[in-house]
């Protein structure tokens, strides 16, 4: 499958047309952002970690019932995927207390929650993401009652998919945020999974294994986003 010119380019990938027009290829940076573009700056080998991860982690999903736009890996750092159209909601699902809800209640960071808490953020740069309800949502006609209630539906049973799979190699999988996207006539998961957008801290010692240690300016970014790549796929073959 042959790149075509660039359609988008985010934060931490560039979205380039194919020769099929229901496919696109996603391509995963180095680029890192933080703190809503604030934070700027490149982990050396984070494209090709996360494009791992997020394949391994959407094939998982796939295999319990959750409909994506993955279709396969087709190189170090790009995927072949279905062409979405984006609802622009991010659902934020929380199963220990850490970041903006800490910030935003004056909670203290690993508390954990008896039952997920489902966020819904406005997809919007320039008014830097802001929390919305279901009621802004549906006014604003972002997406439609039975396409938001499938999409929390969906996050709530990746989280426990997710949950028993990190569990399995010593992750306790904080929080994370989910992009779903409309194709044809049905909602997909989209975008990535990946230490990117999920927070993942080590059992027993809650060391910190996502890009919180590039926001933080905690060290050893580089190494911890190729630790997770083997912890989750495995060592290079």
């Given at each position: 499958?042959?790149?075509g010119k660039a359609l988008y380019e985010g934060k931490a990938k560039i979205i380039?047309?194919?020769?099929?027009?229901?496919?696109?290829?996603?391509?995963?940076?180095?680029?890192?952002?933080?703190?809503?573009?604030?934070?700027?700056?490149?982990?050396?080998?984070?494209?090709?970690?996360?494009?791992?991860?997020?394949?391994?982690?959407?094939?998982?999903?796939?295999?319990?019932?959750?409909?994506?736009?993955?279709?396969?890996?087709?190189?170090?750092?790009?995927?072949?995927?279905?062409?979405?159209?984006?609802?622009?909601?991010?659902?934020?699902?929380?199963?220990?207390?850490?970041?903006?809800?800490?910030?935003?209640?004056?909670?203290?960071?690993?508390?954990?929650?008896?039952?997920?808490?489902?966020?819904?953020?406005?997809?919007?740069?320039?008014?830097?993401?802001?929390?919305?309800?279901?009621?802004?949502?549906?006014?604003?006609?972002?997406?439609?009652?039975?396409?938001?209630?499938?999409?929390?539906?969906?996050?709530?049973?990746?989280?426990?998919?997710?949950?028993?799979?990190?569990?399995?190699?010593?992750?306790?999988?904080?929080?994370?945020?989910?992009?779903?996207?409309?194709?044809?006539?049905?909602?997909?998961?989209?975008?990535?999974?990946?230490?990117?957008?999920?927070?993942?801290?080590?059992?027993?010692?809650?060391?910190?294994?996502?890009?919180?240690?590039?926001?933080?300016?905690?060290?050893?970014?580089?190494?911890?986003?190729?630790?997770?790549?083997?912890?989750?796929?495995?060592?290079?073959?």
């Amino acid at each position: 499958m042959q790149k075509g010119k660039a359609l988008y380019e985010g934060k931490a990938k560039i979205i380039y047309e194919t020769d099929d027009p229901t496919l696109v290829i996603q391509h995963f940076k180095d680029d890192a952002t933080a703190f809503n573009g604030i934070k700027k700056g490149k982990i050396v080998g984070k494209g090709v970690a996360n494009t791992a991860i997020s394949s391994m982690l959407f094939e998982l999903l796939e295999k319990n019932g959750i409909p994506t736009h993955f279709i396969r890996k087709i190189s170090d750092d790009d995927m072949l995927v279905k062409k979405v159209r984006i609802v622009p909601v991010e659902l934020v699902v929380r199963n220990i207390s850490t970041g903006s809800l800490c910030k935003r209640y004056g909670v203290k960071e690993g508390l954990v929650f008896k039952s997920p808490i489902v966020e819904c953020y406005f997809k919007n740069d320039a008014l830097n993401d802001p929390l919305m309800n279901d009621d802004h949502i549906l006014a604003l006609e972002i997406a439609k009652a039975d396409e938001l209630s499938g999409m929390k539906q969906i996050a709530l049973k990746i989280n426990e998919i997710l949950k028993v799979f990190f569990d399995s190699i010593g992750v306790n999988l904080v929080d994370f945020k989910l992009e779903f996207g409309r194709y044809q006539d049905r909602i997909l998961l989209a975008d990535e999974i990946s230490p990117d957008t999920c927070r993942l801290w080590e059992k027993g010692t809650n060391r910190k294994l996502d890009k919180d240690r590039f926001r933080q300016d905690l060290g050893d970014v580089e190494s911890t986003y190729e630790e997770m790549r083997r912890r989750i796929v495995g060592e290079k073959k």
